[in-house]
């Protein structure tokens, strides 16, 4: 009776073991999370494609695209890096890189990337961003962004203009005269809700070009800020006049999707953006190739431009419990047919060796960044405070200010004060 029980006993544990096996049996497969932040859907089918190669090439990792929608895709990224859970691999701009590094929620992915072969194929620019002050690897770039005008060739020629704007004064010109609110024709693609800074620093980056400091875009050579310059005020008077003469009323809270909405359905006239736009506007069932163009950057009084370095790329949440098959998505999208996939399927300046000589970047809308990138006197390059640990705190402050002079809360003298007064003593502070 003994022996019948205890094999019994022995049989009901064997079974229940090879049933707890079946039940939680794993074939080694780890599924990794993947954030995105510039979201639009175009973008994220590429993405999707390139992520399905990976899987097929690693097939015991599987990857998780999450896209939140634009405007709310770092603050849902913020979240998920300070609840350490459900996110992996992310993608970090320069403008979030220095925030998210400080507070501890970023990987540096230097042990990792240490041995990657992908690293003598990338442009020096690539290889510079992808280090940060400190020497870490918080990401790497998958391309450079760079402003540009979008403008309607058509509706510029109807008002009897030869050449689309080429400087500040030339941009309110035209788009005043192309405002039509009676038939729903606005001038320009106002930005006036989230990043509404970045636009008004870049007119007055442009209107203080010789004197700026080429490795601080908010500093003057004489070490004040640039919005200390009498000729930042000529700059947002000139700026704001555009919204007010020229923009859709509702552009007071346009972000990225409104602006290039309003482009992409020909309701406006002048949009200044990204080369990532030109594939989203390509692809627009409302005006077609032959109807826009793009332009070089628009210059202030003197002449020049100035064209803030800015990128983004992949990195990996600190918390993260897969770090090596992170940084081996991380590699495959840095690298070969991925990367150029990416960087023209979102019109971005390439991260790898040569690919720019394709002519693929010397033709139609891309011939703007060419003629920039030939004419480096006029179209100058500059490095931004971006890294800044403080640099969300700028953005929200920035934003919130020159929506209140768009509402009338708020001068552009007071505006420039304020700004003036932050980053002199965010400065002294370091």
């Known amino acids: 009776m003994r022996r019948r029980k205890a094999t019994f006993a022995l049989g009901l544990a064997t079974a229940m073991a090879l049933t707890g096996c079946a039940a939680g049996v794993s074939d080694g497969t780890v599924t990794i999370h ?18 399905a ?22 603050q849902k990224i913020q979240q998920m890096l300070q609840s350490g859970t ?19 929620w970023l990987y540096d992915m230097s042990k990792e990337l240490q041995s990657w072969s992908g690293w003598k194929n990338l442009t020096e620019n690539a290889i510079k961003y992808s280090k940060d002050a400190k020497g870490r690897t918080d990401y790497i770039p ?12 058509d509706l510029v020629a109807k008002k009897g203009f030869k050449n689309p704007p080429a400087s500040w004064d030339d941009l309110l010109t035209q788009a005043t005269a192309i405002q039509d609110p009676s038939n729903h024709q606005y001038g320009y693609a106002f930005r006036g809700g989230t990043n509404a800074n970045s636009n008004a620093v870049a007119v007055i980056e442009a209107y203080v070009a010789d004197k700026i400091d080429l490795d601080n875009g908010f500093k003057l050579t004489d070490g004040r800020t640039i919005f200390s310059a009498p000729e930042a005020l000529n700059a947002l008077n000139t700026y704001f006049k555009l919204f007010k003469q020229a923009s859709p009323p509702s552009s007071v809270a346009w972000g990225y999707p409104e602006m290039v909405e309003g482009f992409s359905n020909g309701s406006t006239a002048f949009l200044l953006q990204d080369p990532e736009v030109i594939a ?11 109807q826009w163009a793009t332009a070089p950057l628009l210059t ?16 990996t949440a600190a918390s993260s419990k897969h770090k090596a098959e992170t940084a081996k998505l991380i590699e495959f999208l840095s690298q070969g047919e991925a990367s150029t996939t990416f960087t023209k399927e979102n019109s971005l300046v390439p ?50 200010e020159v929506q209140k002079v768009l509402l009338g809360k708020m001068t552009p003298e007071e505006l420039l004060a304020s700004w003036d007064t932050y980053w002199t003593e965010k400065w002294k502070g370091q």
């Open 34 to 51: 993947m954030v995105e932040s510039l979201t639009n859907p175009t973008r994220t089918a590429v993405l999707k494609t390139l992520i």
């Open 53 to 74: 190669q990976f899987e097929k090439q690693n097939p015991k990792i599987k990857v998780d695209l999450i896209s939140p929608p634009t405007d709310q895709a770092d």
């Open 86 to 104: 459900g996110i992996d691999a992310l993608e970090v701009r320069d403008i979030t890189a220095g925030p998210w590094s400080t507070n501890g």
């Open 142 to 153: 998958y391309g450079f962004y760079g402003l540009s005008l979008f403008y309607r060739t």
């Open 280 to 290: 989203t506007v390509g692809q627009s069932q409302v005006i077609n190739k032959s």
């Open 300 to 315: 202030g009084p003197s002449g020049k431009a100035i064209q803030p370095v800015a990128t983004a790329g992949w990195g």
């Open 351 to 400: 991260i790898l060796q040569g690919a720019s000589e394709d002519t693929f970047y010397k033709t139609g809308p891309w011939a703007s960044y060419l003629t920039m990138t030939e004419n480096p006197s006029k179209y100058i390059t500059v490095t931004q405070p971006r890294s800044s640990s403080w640099w969300t705190e700028w953005i929200q402050k920035s934003d919130a």
